[in-house]
Every structure is written in structure tokens, then in C-alpha cells.
């Protein structure tokens, strides 16, 4: 069964800075993987879809790479604003139609 | 479009009741997913539908746990008898065509099982 973790659990960080979001899965045999923003109280919401043959994707300040030899995802987010701030969930896809989902990180943008 | 949307948004139950889930997916989408959120499991897909037809029940947990879609605009997710360790979050989500288009998640359900 497909494990996903990610790293770090929590991230807290000032308005403005750079940062990186580190997804991880067992089996590289994925068909795609998403990153997902989760909100509290709310449902989530799709931020990026990377197909298995793409190396990364990219939506405004978001852009989110796939290495799937190594069984890796990152999700960078540049010029961090406090609206941000949610908890983001990486899932790969893999065969047999299975969704995966990791734990998530919590990301706290402070104004 | 008013998105996905799922009813009710809370249920408090005692154990050994039915729960009935309801969902009704964004108009066009040919697939809808549930999904269970709980701190010590994460986020877990329960079953997926295609067309109306269920594709991967995998996910439900037991037997207890029922999914139906009568019509392209609505699905219930059922736990009969529920217990305290169904409580949870449960999600539901549409796409166009499958698990590899975007998902648009509703609200969620908050259950709570007494």
C-alpha cells in the first residue's frame, strides 16, 4: 500500500519569505500526483495536478515538482502572504485508481 | 455553480444509529468520491463512482458503510449501525472524468457518534 509522508508537520514563517513543502510516497508506480489546500472548517481545494510524465507544474506564486524515480514532491511557495496560511496535502495517484493522501503540513504565515 | 454540496454540515448520533451523508456533486461531473478525514488516518478515500456506477469500494472500512448513487446529481454515503470511531469528517468531492482530473471538494460533514 502507497505511504505518503510529509515533512515538515508544522512550518511557521514571516510574510514574505520563500518556502518549500516536501511530499514523499512508497511506490513510485504513480499515474499523477496533487497537492491539495485544506482550510479549517472547509473542504479542500486542488492547487496543482503533475502527471506522471511531467516534471513540475506551475500556478502563479505556486509551482510544485515531481521526481518520481525517487518518490519525491515538493511544493514551493514564493513571497508567502498570511492567506496562505491552511494546511497543504500532497496525493499521488496510483494504479487500481487509488488516491493517497499524506498527513499534511500546517503552514502558518505571520503578517 | 454552487460547487459540491454536502448535507448535513454537523450530525451528533448515539451509537447504533443510522447515518445517512448526502452529496450532490457539481453539475457535468461524471465522478464523485468519498472520503473520511480522521487526526490519527489522515485524509482516506472511501469509494468512487463513475457514471453513476461504483469503480473502487476499497476504501470502505466495513460492511457497515453503504455508498449509493441513484442519479448523476446525488449520492448518500451510509453507516448503519454508526459507533464512536466513525466519527469524522467525511468529504465528498466531483471531476469531470476521474481520479486523474482535479477534484472539487465540498465542505464535509462533521459526524460525531456518541
Known amino acids: 500500500k502507497q505511504e505518503v509522508t510529509q515533512i515538515p508537520a508544522a512550518l511557521s514563517v514571516p510574510e514574505g519569505e520563500n518556502l518549500v513543502l516536501n511530499c514523499s510516497f512508497t511506490d513510485s508506480a504513480i499515474y499523477n500526483l496533487q497537492w491539495f489546500r485544506q482550510d479549517p472548517g472547509k473542504g479542500l481545494t486542488s492547487l496543482l495536478l503533475?502527471?506522471?510524465?511531467?516534471r513540475e507544474q506551475t500556478s502563479g506564486r505556486l509551482n510544485a515538482s515531481l521526481d518520481k524515480s525517487s518518490g519525491r514532491s515538493t511544493l514551493y511557495i514564493a513571497a508567502s502572504q498570511p492567506g496562505d496560511s491552511a494546511t497543504y496535502l500532497c496525493?499521488?495517484?496510483?494504479?487500481?485508481?487509488?488516491?493517497?493522501f499524506g498527513t499534511g503540513t500546517r503552514l502558518t504565515v505571520i503578517p | 455553480d454552487a460547487g459540491v454540496i454536502q448535507s448535513p454540515r454537523h450530525e451528533v448520533t448515539e451509537m447504533g444509529q443510522e447515518v445517512t451523508l448526502r452529496c450532490k456533486p457539481i453539475s457535468g461531473h461524471n465522478s464523485l468520491f468519498w472520503y473520511r478525514q480522521t487526526m490519527m488516518r489522515g485524509l482516506e478515500l472511501l469509494i468512487y463512482f463513475n457514471n453513476n456506477v461504483p469503480i473502487d469500494d476499497s476504501g470502505m472500512p466495513e460492511d457497515r458503510f453503504s455508498a449509493k448513487m441513484p442519479n448523476a446529481s446525488f449520492s448518500t454515503l451510509k453507516i448503519q449501525p454508526s459507533e464512536p470511531r466513525d466519527s469524522a469528517v467525511y468529504f465528498c468531492?466531483?471531476?469531470?472524468w476521474g481520479l486523474g482530473e482535479t477534484q472539487y471538494f465540498g465542505p464535509g460533514t462533521r459526524l460525531l457518534v456518541l
Open positions: 503533475i502527471q506522471s510524465s511531467q
Open positions: 468531492a466531483s471531476s469531470l
Open positions: 496525493a499521488p495517484e496510483t494504479g487500481a485508481n487509488n488516491l493517497f
